[in-house]
């Protein structure tokens, strides 16, 4: 939009022959009060009925608001008659007229001065301006600050984000270290099971191969006697040999059993809160040696009726004295599908996690229960038929009856979904 500089200042022209926004050399009309731009100016001054009005080109003139000013209290015409200008003001219709339209369209009506009441109405705009423009002002504080509020919105998002992040990522390495550490501690407890258990089998095995020792000796002696020794050898060595082989035939080796392996078992099951404990426990079960060709079994004889069991001791002729038969540990046998864990012991690391239960969920009595039987008994169900994330749900159940329970509250959990 052009503007007329006069005067140092500025102000928007619009041209009144137009209407359009003055571009170049401004000119005013002082017969008619209006600004020209500077084609309707040429035709304004060659025009029959205003060729004789003083156009003053825009070079001319002192200043933009004293034309204005000088416009505002220059006489204008009434609309309905050309030659007559607006000189008062219907009260009755609040327009302004002039005197012909007083005794005809408005006759009867109330008038004051045009001058007068128009001064009057622009006070009243003016009285009024200060505070519209004080609500503008106070329009665009508003607009500013909302514009402030989401930029701090905005950045308290990817803070938040950001936080949420760097809480996670420190919760994850510690969960992890104490993982690490609690594989560690399993680990420790396979060893120890290897080691109690090979201990185990080595003191059967020297024991095995000590008596073995002795019978292959008596075997082999006997053997050479019977096969290749004269007379006076064989009469002089059977008593002893008879006593040898009998104490040799009077036992009853047995294999080493049961054959244990180690055994890791990982937790499938899915927990609200994580503990050391979800990874797996390790323990002893029984092998399967399928690859071990089994001994013909040797038929006990029958103690008779009566008669106590005469304990054989295996003698040789060697000093050696043989190491006692070491008392086996009888090995807990599994239960189930858990193994025997040992003495591992384990250390909670809980997670606040709360299970966010959903209005018709169908749950049943968890972990931290401790409300009795109101649900019915174990197994029993209910639905959830008030949950607003304040830690506590409400829960009426298939019995009829119909509670609140911790679902957050205190870290406890009452509940888990069916």
Same mark, same amino acid.
Not at 18 to 33: A, V
Not at 127 to 149: F, M, R, T, W
Not at 291 to 300: D, G, K, L, T
């Given at each position: 939009?052009?503007?007329?500089?006069?005067?140092?200042? !500025?102000?928007?022209?619009?041209?009144?022959?137009?209407?359009?926004?003055?571009?170049?050399?401004?000119?005013?009309?002082?017969?008619?009060?209006?600004?020209?731009?500077?084609?309707?100016?040429?035709?304004?001054?060659?025009?029959?009925?205003? =060729?004789?009005?003083?156009? +003053?080109?825009? !070079?001319?003139?002192?200043? *933009?608001?004293?034309?204005?000013?000088?416009?505002?209290?220059?006489?204008?015409?009434?609309?309905?008659?050309?030659?007559?200008?607006?000189?008062?003001?219907?009260?009755?219709?609040?327009?302004? +007229?002039?005197?012909?339209?007083?005794?005809?369209?408005?006759?009867?009506?109330?008038?004051?001065?045009?001058?007068?009441?128009?001064?009057?109405?622009?006070?009243?705009?003016?009285?009024?301006?200060?505070?519209?423009?004080?609500?503008?002002?106070?329009?665009?504080?508003?607009?500013?600050?909302?514009?402030?509020?989401?930029?701090?919105?905005?950045?308290?998002?990817?803070?938040?984000?950001?936080?949420?992040?760097?809480?996670?990522?420190?919760?994850?390495?510690?969960?992890?270290?104490?993982?690490?550490?609690?594989?560690?501690?399993?680990?420790?407890? +396979?060893?120890?099971?290897?080691?109690? #258990?090979?201990?185990?089998?080595?003191?059967?095995?020297?024991?095995?191969?000590?008596?073995?020792?002795?019978?292959?000796?008596?075997?082999?002696?006997?053997?050479?006697?019977? =096969?290749?020794?004269?007379?006076?050898?064989?009469?002089?060595?059977?008593?002893?040999? #008879?006593?040898?082989?009998?104490?040799?035939?009077?036992?009853?080796?047995?294999?080493?059993?049961?054959?244990?392996?180690?055994?890791?078992?990982?937790?499938?099951?899915?927990?609200?809160?994580?503990?050391?404990?979800?990874?797996?426990?390790?323990?002893?079960?029984?092998?399967?040696?399928?690859?071990?060709?089994?001994?013909?079994?040797?038929?006990?004889?029958?103690?008779?009726?009566?008669?106590?069991?005469?304990?054989?001791?295996?003698?040789?002729?060697?000093?050696?004295?043989?190491?006692?038969?070491?008392?086996?540990?009888?090995?807990?046998?599994?239960?189930?599908?858990?193994?025997?864990?040992?003495? *591992?012991?384990?250390?909670?690391?809980?997670?606040?996690?709360?299970?966010?239960?959903?209005?018709?969920?169908?749950?049943?009595?968890?972990?931290?229960?401790?409300?009795?039987?109101?649900?019915?008994?174990?197994?029993? *169900?209910?639905?959830?038929?008030?949950?607003?994330?304040?830690?506590?749900?409400?829960? #009426?159940?298939?019995?009829?009856?119909?509670?609140?329970?911790?679902?957050?509250?205190?870290?406890?959990?009452?509940?888990?979904?069916?």
């Amino acid at each position: 939009m052009a503007t007329s500089q006069c005067g140092g200042e !500025s102000a928007k022209v619009m041209c009144s022959g137009c209407d359009n926004d003055i571009i170049g050399n401004t000119s005013f009309c002082m017969n008619c009060k209006e600004f020209l731009c500077r084609i309707c100016a040429s035709h304004h001054t060659r025009t029959k009925h205003t =060729r004789d009005h003083q156009v +003053v080109p825009g !070079s001319e003139m002192e200043s *933009v608001e004293k034309l204005v000013e000088m416009r505002s209290q220059s006489p204008v015409t009434c609309t309905a008659h050309e030659n007559e200008s607006i000189k008062l003001y219907c009260d009755n219709c609040q327009a302004p +007229v002039c005197v012909i339209c007083s005794v005809t369209s408005h006759k009867g009506h109330q008038f004051s001065d045009a001058t007068g009441a128009a001064e009057t109405a622009r006070n009243a705009i003016l009285k009024l301006l200060s505070p519209a423009e004080q609500k503008v002002s106070k329009y665009q504080y508003g607009i500013d600050s909302a514009i402030d509020a989401e930029d701090v919105l905005e950045k308290s998002k990817h803070q938040a984000k950001t936080a949420i992040d760097e809480k996670t990522n420190e919760m994850i390495a510690g969960m992890a270290t104490v993982l690490r550490k609690h594989a560690e501690s399993l680990k420790d407890g +396979v060893d120890a099971l290897f080691i109690h #258990k090979q201990a185990d089998i080595h003191k059967f095995k020297e024991m095995m191969e000590f008596h073995m020792e002795i019978a292959r000796n008596a075997y082999d002696y006997s053997r050479k006697v019977a =096969r290749y020794g004269n007379v006076a050898e064989v009469l002089t060595a059977s008593p002893q040999m #008879k006593t040898k082989l009998e104490k040799v035939n009077a036992a009853y080796p047995e294999p080493y059993k049961p054959a244990e392996k180690i055994e890791f078992a990982p937790k499938s099951r899915p927990s609200t809160r994580f503990q050391q404990s979800d990874v797996g426990n390790v323990g002893l079960v029984t092998a399967n040696l399928t690859n071990r060709v089994p001994v013909q079994n040797v038929q006990r004889p029958q103690r008779q009726s009566g008669v106590k069991k005469k304990t054989t001791k295996l003698q040789t002729s060697s000093p050696t004295v043989a190491p006692p038969i070491p008392q086996r540990t009888k090995m807990a046998q599994p239960q189930s599908k858990q193994p025997n864990t040992g003495h *591992v012991a384990y250390h909670p690391y809980t997670v606040s996690a709360p299970v966010q239960l959903q209005v018709y969920s169908r749950v049943q009595r968890g972990q931290d229960w401790e409300w009795g039987n109101q649900d019915g008994g174990v197994g029993s *169900v209910g639905m959830v038929m008030v949950a607003d994330g304040s830690g506590w749900v409400q829960v #009426k159940w298939d019995n009829g009856l119909e509670g609140k329970y911790r679902m957050g509250y205190g870290n406890k959990y009452d509940l888990q979904l069916v």
